[in-house]
């Protein structure tokens, strides 16, 4: 079976601090993807980030990293110099192969806020 | 990224009426799905379809039908709604692996 732990519900911050956000996964499949998503408060999602089971260089977007390590099943998120437009809930979702178990399951989410 | 709509964005309505909650996409996606999500909770998927006349049911179950009679097109509805309905309705479609999300159906069963 999947499963996705983010362990963090909540974490506060200031703006200008660096934050990473914590996502474990668990699966059988050799080939699986993950993804995080951003809830912002007027509610819907948006997509970040995918990553291949077989691709675990890191990412850089702007501000966003994400590091994917598969000897520890994880696959965390850093926002580096957070603003307050960042506030949000982050979800790290996992899905099995194309054609296969293409289902996304998520994380319970990491509800993040930046104060100014 | 995908165009996908939902309609109406927020509804209140009484306990026992029949509703369907709208979800469009322009992107000729096969795959869509809606999920169910209380608020500040994780999301839970209620039905996907992968293609015209396909649906199934999700991991929760849910007391709502869909139909996808058209590629374009996977509505959701609740024959009698109920207080115990409450709760954001997310749509989303996809063409590979990646899901993209409407902006959710806020629902408010009084």
């Known amino acids: 079976a999947q499963k996705v732990t983010q362990a963090q519900t909540e974490i506060s911050v200031v703006e200008k601090e660096d934050v990473t956000l914590d996502c474990v996964y668990e699966?059988?499949?050799?080939?699986?993807?993950l993804f995080w998503y951003k809830q912002p408060p007027s509610g819907e999602l948006v997509f970040l980030i995918r990553?291949?089971?077989?691709?675990?260089q890191n990412e850089i977007s702007g501000r966003y990293s994400w590091n994917f390590q598969k000897s520890t099943s994880s696959f965390n998120f850093t926002i580096t110099a957070s603003q307050v437009v960042d506030s949000a809930v982050y979800f790290c979702?996992?899905?099995?192969?194309?054609?296969?178990?293409?289902?996304?399951?998520f994380g319970k989410g990491t509800k993040l806020t930046v104060n100014p | 990224e995908a165009d996908i709509y939902q309609t109406p964005r927020y509804l209140v309505i009484g306990t026992g009426k029949k509703i369907t909650l709208e979800c469009s996409q322009t992107?000729?996606?096969?795959?869509m799905y809606w999920y169910q999500q209380d608020p500040g909770m994780e999301l839970h998927l209620i039905h996907y379809?992968?293609?015209?006349?396909?649906?199934e049911k999700g991991d929760l179950s849910s007391e709502s039908t869909v139909s996808r009679i058209r590629t374009e097109h996977f509505p959701l509805t609740l024959e009698s709604a109920r207080p115990s309905h409450t709760s954001q309705y997310l749509c989303?479609?996809?063409?590979?692996?990646?899901?993209?999300f409407g902006p959710g159906t806020r629902l408010t069963v009084l």
């Open positions: 989303a479609s996809s063409e590979l692996v990646e899901q993209f």
């Open positions: 699966t059988r499949d050799t080939t699986y993807y």
């Open positions: 990553r291949n089971s077989f691709d675990e």
């Open positions: 979702a996992l899905s099995g192969p194309q054609g296969g178990s293409e289902k996304l399951v």
């Open positions: 992107m000729g996606h096969d795959k």
């Open positions: 379809s992968y293609g015209v006349n396909s649906t």
